[in-house]
Nanobody, 121 residues
Framework: QVTLVESGGGLVQAGGSLRLSCAVS????????MAWYRQAPGKQRELVGI???????NYADFVKGRFTISKDNVANTVYLQLTKLKPEDTAVYYC???????????????WGQGTQVTVSS
């Protein structure tokens, strides 16, 4: 079965940086994209950014050049580099991948459990 595990979250001061990792275990086929989402208390989950299988990146407007998504296909890992963090970035960050578990099967969405990022003033 497919499992996504996020790590790298923690407590940092405003202006600090964190590097989040999402390790994917299990066999997947034809991944369409990998993405990072976040959810703050009392708010809806929102898209942070996405990277396609070709390496194209897209980000939410609030990122404003501060975050970078990258991936390592050999290691089956996707990263989110967070810089110039602000208190409003405080949230649980989730990784998401859309892929097949069998070549002939349908594409499915897989989620991790999330990692907490807390930014203090």
């Amino acid at each position: 079965q497919v499992t996504l595990v996020e790590s790298g979250g923690g407590l940092v001061q405003a202006g600090g940086s964190l590097r989040l990792s999402c390790a994917v275990s299990g066999s997947i086929f034809s991944p369409n994209w990998m993405a990072w989402y976040r959810q703050a208390p009392g708010k809806q989950r929102e898209l942070v950014g996405i990277i396609s299988n070709l390496g194209s990146e897209n980000y939410a407007d609030f990122v404003k050049g501060r975050f970078t998504i990258s991936k390592d296909n050999v290691a089956n890992t996707v990263y989110l580099q967070l810089t110039k963090l602000k208190p409003e970035d405080t949230a649980v960050y989730y990784c998401n991948i859309q892929a097949k578990v069998s070549l002939q099967g349908p594409s499915q969405s897989f989620w991790g459990q999330g990692t907490q990022v807390t930014v203090s003033s």
